[in-house]
Every structure is written in structure tokens, then in C-alpha cells.
């Protein structure tokens, strides 16, 4: 069974930083595109940031120049560093292995709360 652990959510204010981290228990890490998405109350969850196996970003047009997403296969973990933040990035964050074009299920870590405000 794989585990995803979130941290790093906090209270930030307007235009400061966070870096969440993401730790995937198991031998499969490297094997997996990794992605972080977020929900914000009452909305549906949406993608913010994935990135590939051999370690291609993809971002969202709303967080593109604020966020990087990275990953460190030796500690299998993702991280999401978030910069420049608003207070529309409010949201629970979510981290996502995804087993698309592998013979491995998609797992999704427990969420860890972003607040922006001042």
C-alpha cells in the first residue's frame, strides 16, 4: 500500500512563500508523475502543477511564474514551491501519484490547508 503525506500548509499573508512536500511510502516513486492539485470551499478540485517522471513541469495558467514543482527520487518526494501567493490560492492542497500508462493504481495524499490572508 503507498501513502502520500503532505506538509508545509500554513497561514501565509499576500505575497509571501510555501513550500509543501510531498512523501510517497514504497518502492515505486520514480515510476510515478507526480502532481499537486487544490480545492477551495465550495469549488471543484482543480490541477495546479504535475510533473513527469524524468522531471518535466506543467502548470496551471493561474499559478505559471509563482509555483515550480519539483521532485527528489532519492527521498521520494514532490514538493511544490509557491511564491507571489494571493489570496485566491486559499485552498487544500492535494498530492496526486498518478498511475496512468503504468500497471500501478493512483493514489492521492490526506490534503494540507493553504491560507492567504492578511
Known amino acids: 500500500q503507498v501513502q502520500l503525506v503532505e506538509s508545509g500548509g500554513g497561514l501565509v499573508q499576500p505575497g509571501g512563500s510555501l513550500r509543501l512536500s510531498c512523501v510517497v511510502s514504497?518502492?515505486?516513486?520514480?515510476?510515478?508523475?507526480m502532481g499537486w492539485f487544490r480545492q477551495a470551499p465550495g469549488k471543484q478540485r482543480e490541477l495546479v502543477a504535475t510533473?513527469?517522471?524524468?522531471?518535466?513541469?506543467n502548470y496551471a495558467d493561474s499559478v505559471k511564474g509563482r509555483f515550480t514543482i519539483s521532485r527528489d527520487n532519492a527521498k521520494n518526494t514532490v514538493y511544490l514551491q509557491m511564491n507571489s501567493l494571493k489570496p485566491e490560492d486559499t485552498a487544500v492542497y492535494y498530492c496526486?501519484?498518478?498511475?496512468?500508462?503504468?500497471?500501478?493504481?493512483?493514489?492521492w495524499g490526506q490534503g494540507t490547508q493553504v491560507t492567504v490572508s492578511s
Open positions: 496526486n501519484a498518478d498511475g496512468a500508462g503504468t500497471a500501478l493504481p493512483n493514489y
Open positions: 514504497g518502492r515505486f516513486f520514480s515510476i510515478y508523475a
Open positions: 510533473i513527469t517522471r524524468s522531471g518535466s513541469g
